[in-house]
T-cell receptor, first 116, second 114 residues
Framework: EDKVVQSPLSLVVHEGDTVTLNCSYE??????LLWYKQEKKAPTFLFML????IEKKSGRLSSILDKKELSSILNITATQTGDSAIYLC????????????????FGKGTKLSVKP | NAGVTQTPKFQVLKTGQSMTLQCAQD?????MSWYRQDPGMGLRLIHY???????DQGEVPNGYNVSRSTTEDFPLRLLSAAPSQTSVYFC?????????????FGPGTRLTVT
């Protein structure tokens, strides 16, 4: 069965710390890996990764994919209280249940709390 | 642009009742999908559509129906509500390239079935 596993499930840090969130996956036919940030409501898109070893950056956030290790990391440097959220990793693949157009399989998320 | 809108924001149903969750987008996106989010379970795909008139099942389709008569609207129908359907429901849309690309999520509908 296809699955996406995120670790840790929750993390508490202080402002200014650097954090690394992990995502590993086992899917039948990998297409891409996506990171989302979810605050109180809907997830918002952060990154999409398709090529191994190429880092994507947006301000203090960056992410990289390792296709050999079937994993990705999301780094946040100089954390701020506004970074407190659930970070979701999702993998796009052909699903095990036979759907014709593929599926986004989400991990359970990492809840990040940044203390002042 | 309003983006992706969902109504209602909150709903309480009794077991056996039926209802429709509404979803609309004004970005002319071909791909739309419905997810449910349960504590400790992440987001799971219920149904999706790659264009008007075309729908397909996701990972957890049982108990739900969808239709896509226009590009803009993608309603989700609960046929006979059960307590197991208590969840937060998100609708999402993306470009015609499909779900591999950035998906825009609606604000969600929190449904409680008693």
């Amino acid at each position: 069965e296809d699955k996406v596993v995120q670790s840790p499930l929750s993390l508490v840090v202080h402002e200014g710390d650097t954090v690394t969130l992990n995502c590993s996956y086992e899917v039948t036919n990998f297409r891409s890996l996506l990171w989302y940030k979810q605050e109180k409501k809907a997830p918002t898109f952060l990154f999409m990764l398709t090529s191994s070893g190429i880092e994507k950056k947006s301000g203090r956030l960056s992410s990289i994919l390792d296709k050999k290790e079937l994993s990705s990391i999301l780094n946040i440097t100089a954390t701020q209280t506004g970074d407190s959220a659930i970070y979701l990793c999702a993998v796009d693949s052909i699903p095990h249940y036979g759907g014709s157009q593929g599926n986004l399989i989400f991990g359970k998320g990492t809840k990040l709390s940044v203390k002042p | 642009n309003a983006g992706v809108t969902q109504t209602p924001k909150f709903q309480v149903l009794k077991t056996g009742q039926s209802m429709t969750l509404q979803c609309a987008q004004d970005m002319n996106h071909e791909y739309m999908s419905w997810y449910r989010q349960d504590p400790g379970m992440g987001l799971r795909l219920i149904h999706y559509s790659v264009g008007a008139g075309i729908t397909d099942q996701g990972e957890v389709p049982n108990g739900y129906n969808v239709s896509r008569s226009t590009t803009e609207d993608f309603p989700l129908r609960l046929l006979s509500a059960a307590p197991s359907q208590t969840s937060v429901y998100f609708c999402a849309s993306s470009t015609g390239q499909g779900r591999s690309y950035e998906q825009y999520f609606g604000p969600g509908t929190r449904l409680t079935v008693t």
